[in-house]
């Protein structure tokens, strides 16, 4: 019997990583053997992985040493940051670097680096259009991913370089569902005016990086975003009035409105969709749903997301 390879998945107790972990220990007679990377091995979410037969594995990305442990006789390495725990630009740098040596140092056959687009390369911070935040950024967890991008190529780590979307997930868990205004009505609330929006289902990011491990050395060097399918704000609405039987309507705000909301984060996401807005050619050009359909033929459209996930959504 042909012997497994190992898949050492950074973040496996999260979104992405816990997606790739969950499609590897899915699948029938697979290739790969997942081994989950999580700072607390006796988590709920890293128990449940244990159980269904993924190797823990604990490691910590400020901690290099535990990377390079975590890593060594691993295959392949998905690589992710958590930015929205410390929203840190400097501290996700920091993690990317590591993980990247790790991956040299421990002779990674193929590295995934879920990153994004550094938006400075189209909106300097000089530019007025929208206001660079924390001195040196203009939408942060998107810049520090991509400045990070050279890490892997320039230590020679064979590395694939995934572009995820928008997760149709952030309509459940991170607020961005639809509010119920004053007139009772409900609203989603993006500053996307009428342009479309790449979004994901967090599981099929996962079954998207299995199939670029799978497909091995043809993404090696190479970028490949990914998106189930791109949505106006007014689509994405008609979806959701669909799916709830309520009518829920599209409101467009203006990137200053959306900074200006006082959550955290309000001011980073606020330049987040107008960079979308604003490039969406651009954005939604490097997330072609039919790349991402090659490498998962189960690709979700956010209509069959809602058939799984509507009573999910907060209201």
Same mark, same amino acid.
């Given at each position: 019997?042909?012997e497994?390879?190992?898949?050492?998945?950074?973040g496996?107790?999260g979104?992405?990583?816990?997606?790739?972990?969950?499609?590897?220990?899915?699948?029938?007679?697979s290739?790969?053997?997942?081994?989950?990377?999580?700072?607390?091995?006796?988590?709920? &979410?890293?128990?449940e992985?244990? %159980?269904?037969?993924?190797?823990?594995?604990?490691?910590?990305?400020?901690?290099?040493? %535990?990377?390079?442990?975590?890593?060594?006789g691993?295959?392949?390495?998905?690589?992710?940051?958590?930015?929205?725990?410390?929203?840190s630009?400097e501290?996700?740098?920091?993690?990317?670097?590591?993980?990247?040596?790790?991956?040299?140092?421990? /002779?990674?056959?193929?590295?995934?680096w %879920?990153?994004?687009e550094?938006?400075?390369?189209?909106?300097p911070?000089?530019?007025?259009?929208?206001p660079?935040?924390?001195?040196k950024?203009?939408?942060?967890?998107?810049?520090?991913?991509?400045?990070?991008?050279?890490?892997?190529?320039?230590l /020679?780590?064979?590395v694939?370089?995934?572009?995820?979307?928008?997760?149709?997930e952030?309509?459940?868990?991170?607020?961005?569902?639809?509010k119920?205004?004053a007139?009772?009505?409900?609203?989603?609330?993006?500053?996307?005016?009428?342009?479309k929006?790449p979004?994901?289902?967090?599981?099929?990011?996962?079954?998207?990086?299995?199939?670029?491990f &799978?497909?091995?050395?043809e993404?090696?060097?190479?970028?490949?975003?990914?998106a189930g399918e791109?949505?106006?704000?007014?689509?994405m609405?008609?979806?959701?009035?669909?799916?709830? /039987?309520?009518?829920?309507q599209?409101?467009?705000? %203006?990137?200053?409105?959306?900074?200006?909301?006082?959550?955290?984060?309000?001011?980073?996401?606020?330049?987040?969709?107008q960079? &979308?807005?604003?490039?969406?050619?651009?954005?939604?050009?490097?997330?072609?749903?039919?790349?991402g359909?090659k490498?998962?033929?189960?690709?979700?459209?956010f209509?069959?997301?809602?058939?799984?996930n509507k009573?999910?959504?907060?209201?």
């Amino acid at each position: 019997m042909t012997e497994k390879k190992t898949i050492a998945i950074v973040g496996a107790a999260g979104a992405q990583g816990g997606g790739l972990a969950r499609a590897i220990l899915g699948e029938v007679n697979s290739d790969f053997h997942a081994r989950a990377l999580t700072r607390n091995t006796r988590s709920e &979410k890293a128990m449940e992985l244990g %159980s269904l037969g993924a190797e823990v594995v604990a490691a910590d990305l400020d901690d290099e040493a %535990s990377l390079k442990s975590a890593f060594r006789g691993a295959y392949g390495a998905f690589c992710v940051t958590p930015f929205w725990e410390h929203m840190s630009p400097e501290k996700e740098l920091a993690q990317a670097g590591a993980m990247a040596r790790a991956a040299k140092h421990a /002779g990674i056959t193929h590295a995934i680096w %879920s990153t994004l687009e550094d938006t400075r390369r189209w909106v300097p911070l000089d530019d007025p259009r929208m206001p660079t935040l924390q001195g040196k950024y203009k939408v942060p967890h998107f810049d520090a991913k991509g400045e990070a991008d050279p890490f892997f190529t320039e230590l /020679g780590v064979p590395v694939t370089f995934l572009l995820t979307s928008f997760y149709w997930e952030n309509l459940i868990y991170f607020g961005m569902g639809p509010k119920r205004g004053a007139d009772g009505k409900l609203a989603i609330t993006f500053p996307m005016g009428d342009r479309k929006l790449p979004g994901i289902a967090v599981e099929d990011i996962g079954k998207c990086a299995l199939g670029i491990f &799978k497909q091995g050395d043809e993404w090696i060097g190479k970028t490949v975003g990914i998106a189930g399918e791109h949505l106006t704000g007014a689509g994405m609405a008609g979806a959701l009035t669909r799916a709830l /039987g309520e009518e829920v309507q599209f409101n467009d705000v %203006s990137p200053e409105a959306y900074r200006g909301l006082g959550f955290p984060g309000a001011d980073d996401l606020g330049n987040m969709f107008q960079f &979308k807005r604003d490039f969406e050619q651009l954005f939604c050009g490097a997330r072609d749903p039919e790349v991402g359909r090659k490498l998962n033929p189960l690709l979700q459209t956010f209509d069959m997301w809602l058939a799984q996930n509507k009573s999910r959504i907060p209201l």
